[in-house]
């Protein structure tokens, strides 16, 4: 396997100052990938672009993307030999981006973030296996990446910067007086991603559009219980929005470069404020936006059931094609536990509304929550049914996104299960991949949001749930399948 392919944006001819690795879900080598597409390291090319405009020669390398073993990682990274290797850390990948720190070349300096790096700092800095880790950046790390790249010793005045102190093994934060403007870089000034960086993006969807993944503001101002951009699990993070102007001249540059006709928001907040939607949407309805493109983005039911029909109207003249939706349990019990701030009627009405005005809506849902009772969990399913059969003759369609559920370390449902005393962190992160069922067509495409800790937090049993989660995506995939 040569090297080169599956390294996104390097300067071959000169060193290599900077390799960030996403890491595979799993060992590919064990079982192969089954999916063929996934949506892009958008924080990791953020920081190559950064990096890139100060002069450093950056790549990235998407094993997840790839598919790749972790054996084949390791020894691309190696082969490359960059002056720094760089892991973005979630929950469920921290154990497979460990074994690959571990093997790497001691000539390489290590560098981390993502959300796991800052939920769990203190831990990972004193894993034997992250021994070499010189920096671990908490929360958007841009422009101090270019710091470290310009000389690692300047990790001691930066900011939310840690290491493991070599005399004390205790870890360290770095940071003056004077430099917090890094912890939350200027959006509008920062350059666009440049999609070098990126394996799968721009692409080519099903029906010929090319499509691009976009961020249009950091942050998210709600506390849904199990999520790692809960507010609470984030105090370190100041809520920005693009400005519109800054956002379409990113869309424009790439319809002129690529083509790109669709654009995907993966952000929280896009729809998820009223003045967010009414300044975008004047600036979208003035550039004539959805005369040339169509876009999805995330939204907040609580704040779409107050829009007033004329505002979801202009949505769908803006080009507005799909709204992904946290619905998450049709139990409202359930839904004040984790704090989501919406019923299943305001859900049932949104949908309705959105779907009538040929907006499509994917919904997610969340089974097996702690404390769900089965007949909780039996009323998500007979809500997604009910979303069907409401929106089987609208315009837009309705599809059902369903996870079982998986405690992330730093959320608020993280602290109210470790608080009860019957789980330990171990238990909690010992996350394993679920094989569903790879070679059935309805499940190949969600087999990388399969994991498990292998605990039961409800009263339903993962035996139970994994049914449920199986008869739910069967039942998608021929609807979906049927309305082609
Ligand atoms: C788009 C997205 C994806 C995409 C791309 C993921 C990726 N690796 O970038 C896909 C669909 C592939 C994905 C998959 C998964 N995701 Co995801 N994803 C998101 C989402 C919605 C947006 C991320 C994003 O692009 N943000 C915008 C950019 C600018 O921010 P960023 O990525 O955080 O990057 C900044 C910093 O984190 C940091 N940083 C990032 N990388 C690095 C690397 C280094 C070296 C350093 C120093 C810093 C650094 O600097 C960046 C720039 O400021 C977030 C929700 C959220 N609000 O973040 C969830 C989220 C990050 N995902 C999450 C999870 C758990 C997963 C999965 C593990 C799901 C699963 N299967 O269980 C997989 C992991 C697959 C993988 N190996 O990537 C969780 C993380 C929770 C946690 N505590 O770990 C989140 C928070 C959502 C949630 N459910 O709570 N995801
Ligand atoms: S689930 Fe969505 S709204 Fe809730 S905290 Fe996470 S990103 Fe914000």
Known sequence: MSAIPLLQGPHPAEPLDLLLVNAPLRDYAARPRVNDYTLPVLGMAYIATYAAARGYNVAVLDAEAHGLPVQA??????????????????????????????????????????????????????????????????????????????????????????????????????????????????????????????????????????????????????????????????????????????????MHRLRDRYAVRAFRFVDDLFL???????????????????????????????????????????????????????????????????????????????VRRLTRRGIRVKGYFILGFPTETRAEMQATVNLIHRLWDLTDNEIGTFRASVFQFRPYPGTPEWTRLTATGRYTPEQLLNYTPVNLGADDEALRGRDEFNFSSGLQFGEATEAEIHTRLVDLARAQHARTAGSH
């Not at 001691?156 to 004077?178: E, I, Y």
């Not at 920062?190 to 942050?219: H, K």
């Open 73 to 250: 990682t390791i020894d691309l990274i190696n082969q490359a030999a960059p002056r720094w290797a760089g892991f973005n850390l979630l929950a469920p990948t921290y154990e497979i981006s460990a074994r690959i720190a571990a093997a790497l070349d001691p000539r390489i300096r290590i560098m981390a973030g993502g959300h796991h790096a800052k939920a769990m700092p203190e831990r990972i800095l004193t894993d034997p296996r992250m021994a070499r880790l010189d920096a671990l950046i908490l929360g958007e790390a841009e422009t101090r990446v270019a710091e470290l790249l310009a000389d690692h010793r300047n990790r001691s005045h930066l900011p939310a910067v840690m290491w493991l102190d070599p005399v004390l093994r205790t870890p360290v934060t770095g940071g003056q007086p004077g430099t917090a403007h890094h912890l939350a870089p200027d959006i509008d000034t920062m350059p666009f991603v440049d999609r070098t960086y990126l394996a799968q993006d721009p692409y080519t969807a099903s029906d010929g559009r090319i499509e691009a993944n976009m961020v249009g503001a950091r942050g998210c101002p709600y506390d849904c219980s199990f999520c790692g951009a809960a507010v609470s699990a984030n105090p370190d993070v100041t809520i920005r929005v693009r400005q519109p102007g800054n956002i379409i001249e990113e």
């Open 272 to 350: 998820g404020a009223r003045r967010v939607i009414d300044q975008m949407m004047t600036a979208f309805t003035d550039e004539r936006v959805g005369e040339w493109a169509v876009w999805d983005a995330t939204g907040r039911i609580n704040v779409l059931h107050r829009a007033p029909d004329e505002m979801l109207d202009l949505l769908a003249a803006c080009g507005l094609r799909e709204v992904a939706l946290g619905i998450e349990s049709g139990s409202e019990r359930m839904l004040t536990y984790i704090d989501k701030r919406i019923t299943p009627a305001m859900a049932t009405s949104v």
